[in-house]
């Protein structure tokens, strides 16, 4: 669009909002343009919108219908598959501005938010009230709850207590014709019409706009227990989550971190967290008394089970929560390596050895650096291929490999994304993925609920043919 048409274009979206809603110059567009997502493509947007209220998000998707213009809805860009990345001459609808907490209800365990708040905000304004709010991404600190929403954010506890969509109970959505309407019900129970809580929930904005949120609390869980296993390699880290999905005990949480994770996490915060070991699993329990006890047992007898070099229940909790918190940072401590080409395949428990195997045999193969942390316990493996800044040579072949690892995750019965979303990143993998017919259904879906093609068109599902 040239220029005189795009500003033309801007001050009529302008004229329908409040004076500062709408931006317009391309240097105030910075921090609006993409995700975390590595080598994810995006565009110069034709505006930002910084709404504070759902008919704000409304007249802005209006205007986007009426004029063709795409609409990516953002909240804190932690994503890690381009799903939030801006589209040439799209209008981004940031939701910073909305970011209260509207309403806690102790007795029913639910509490209403707009999409801007931060998951750990929320999680610490119900920990007063003794209540909990499990779903925990890595990126808690800092992440909004109407990200998690868009991409059915996962975490650390998800192992035991579910991800985002099993704490969804009611939404409310600006829909792709630009009218407000709530979904869901905040009743313990509910089977009244279609699940459409749970279609929007992971559908990455590409099917309505998401302006409010209710989500299910539980009650603060006892104080875990942790136990620390450290492994010759990462397949035996792997038969350990093997062994302990079969002897049915339910840990809190089951983290992976391979040695390039820690040393990452200890050049940089100096936790004194470097080990000889290739490979560390953290397993935690949160069942209370003689349960607790029994299930941090079972969980060191698996890891020595598989060949653990040492799996130790710890007694010292500033050295557990430093374990813990070593994989919370692990990400952004191999960020400052270089370029990381983040994967989200999440398998089957039984195949977890096997796929970490090979992932070594693609990282051997290709001459890459790939570190391994995953969410273990599920089967949700985070491979961080890590490149020198600069080296092309090195880009194609992290790519090659980020394809491989795809490939792998498939044959073994898995699926391209846990958690990160689908984005732009993982378009080729879904198109693997689903059938022919499955396909056609999302189209089908997609067409429905956003008529007019505007909401965040490219990202979630592959095009048909």
Not at 432 to 438: A, F, H
């Amino acid at each position: 669009m040239p220029a005189s048409s795009a500003d033309s274009a801007a001050a009529t979206l302008e004229a329908l909002l409040p004076e500062g809603r709408v931006l317009t110059s391309a240097a105030s567009f910075a921090g609006f343009l993409h995700d975390e997502g590595e080598w994810a493509v995006y565009g110069d947007p034709l505006a930002v919108v910084r709404a504070e209220s759902t008919e704000e998000v409304a007249a802005a998707v209006r205007w986007c219908a009426e004029t063709g213009t795409p609409l990516v809805a953002r909240g804190a860009g932690t994503g890690l598959s381009g799903a939030a990345n801006a589209i040439e001459g799209c209008v981004v609808v940031s939701f910073e501005r909305m970011n209260a907490i509207l309403e806690v209800n102790h007795a029913e365990r639910w509490a209403r938010v707009q999409p801007g708040v931060v998951n750990d905000d929320l999680r610490a304004h119900v920990a007063q009230h003794g209540l909990w709010y499990p779903p925990d991404p890595a990126s808690s600190p800092w992440s909004t709850i109407g990200g998690n929403v868009a991409t059915n954010a996962g975490g650390m506890c998800c192992v035991k207590y579910g991800v985002t969509r099993d704490y969804v109970l009611e939404l409310e959505v600006v829909t792709g014709t630009g009218e407000a309407t709530r979904l869901g019900t905040r009743t313990a129970k509910g089977v009244a019409g279609y699940n459409l809580v749970g279609l929007i929930v992971g559908s990455e904005g590409t099917l309505a706009v998401v302006t409010e949120v209710v989500v299910r609390l539980r009650p603060l869980p006892p104080a875990p227990i942790t136990v620390a296993g450290m492994f010759d390699s990462v397949v035996d880290a792997g038969r350990a989550v093997a062994l302990v999905a079969e002897s049915g005990i339910s840990p809190s949480v089951l983290e992976l971190v391979d040695r390039h994770c820690l040393k990452a996490v200890d050049d940089w915060k100096h936790m004194g967290l470097s080990t000889e070991a290739n490979a560390v699993l953290i397993g935690r329990t949160d069942a209370p008394g003689e349960q607790g006890q029994f299930e941090a047992a079972e969980l060191a007898r698996c890891f020595e089970e598989a060949g653990a070099s040492l799996a130790a229940i710890s007694a010292d909790e500033q050295e557990s929560e430093a374990l813990y918190a070593a994989r919370r940072l692990a990400y952004p401590a191999l960020e400052r390596l270089g370029p990381v080409l983040t994967e989200d395949v999440c398998v089957p428990k039984a195949r977890v050895p096997e796929v970490l195997a090979r992932i070594e045999e693609i990282a051997a193969a290709h001459n890459v650096l790939i570190a391994n942390i995953a969410h273990a316990g599920d089967g949700n493996l985070h491979p961080l291929i890590i490149t020198t800044p600069g080296d092309d040579a090195a880009r194609g072949r992290a790519h090659e490999a980020f394809s491989e690892i795809i490939d792998a995750a498939l044959a073994a019965g898995g699926t391209v994304s846990g958690e990160h979303g689908v984005g732009t990143l993982k378009l080729a993998g879904l198109a693997k993925e689903l059938s022919p017919v499955s396909l056609a259904m999302h189209h089908a879906v997609k067409n429905a609920l956003d008529p007019h093609g505007i909401l965040n068109p490219g990202r979630a599902i592959p095009p048909l043919g």
